[in-house]
C-alpha cells in the first residue's frame, strides 16, 4: 500500500511562490497516477493538477493554469507542485493523492492520500 507525506506548505504573500513536495513510499510509484487536490474552509475537494505514472501527461483545473506545474521524480518517489503568482483564493489545504489507473484518477477516484499541507496566501 502506497503511503505519502505532503510537506512544503506555508505563509506566502499574493503574487508569490512555493513548491510542494510529495513523498511516496511502500509501492512502485511509477505505477501511479497521481495528483494535487485543495479543500478550502467550506469547500469540496478539488483536484487542481494530474500526472500520468511516467509524468509525460499533465492536467490542470482552469483556475491553476499557466500558475502551477506539476512534475515527478520517480527515482525519488516524489511529486512535486510549483505554485507562481499565488492568489488570496488559492488558500487551502493541499493534499496528494493517487491511483492505479490514470483514468481513474481523472474521473476524480484516488486510492492513498495524505494528511495535507496547508498553503495561505495573504493579500
Known amino acids: 500500500q502506497v503511503q505519502v507525506v505532503e510537506s512544503g506548505g506555508g505563509l506566502v504573500q499574493a503574487g508569490g511562490s512555493l513548491r510542494l513536495s510529495c513523498v511516496a513510499s511502500g509501492g512502485t510509484f511509477s505505477m501511479y497516477a497521481v495528483g494535487w487536490l485543495r479543500q478550502a474552509p467550506g469547500q469540496e475537494r478539488v483536484f487542481v493538477a494530474r500526472?500520468?505514472?511516467?509524468?509525460?501527461?499533465?492536467y490542470y483545473e482552469d483556475s491553476v493554469k499557466g500558475r502551477f506545474t506539476i512534475s515527478r521524480d520517480n527515482a525519488k518517489n516524489t511529486v512535486y507542485l510549483q505554485m507562481n503568482s499565488l492568489k488570496p483564493e488559492d488558500t487551502a489545504v493541499y493534499y496528494c493523492?493517487?491511483?492505479?489507473?490514470?483514468?481513474?484518477?481523472?474521473?476524480?477516484?484516488?486510492?492513498?492520500w495524505g494528511q495535507g499541507t496547508q498553503v495561505t496566501v495573504s493579500s
Open positions: 500526472t500520468s505514472g511516467s509524468g509525460d501527461m499533465t
Open positions: 493523492a493517487g491511483h492505479a489507473s490514470l483514468r481513474m484518477l481523472l474521473r476524480g477516484t484516488y486510492d492513498f
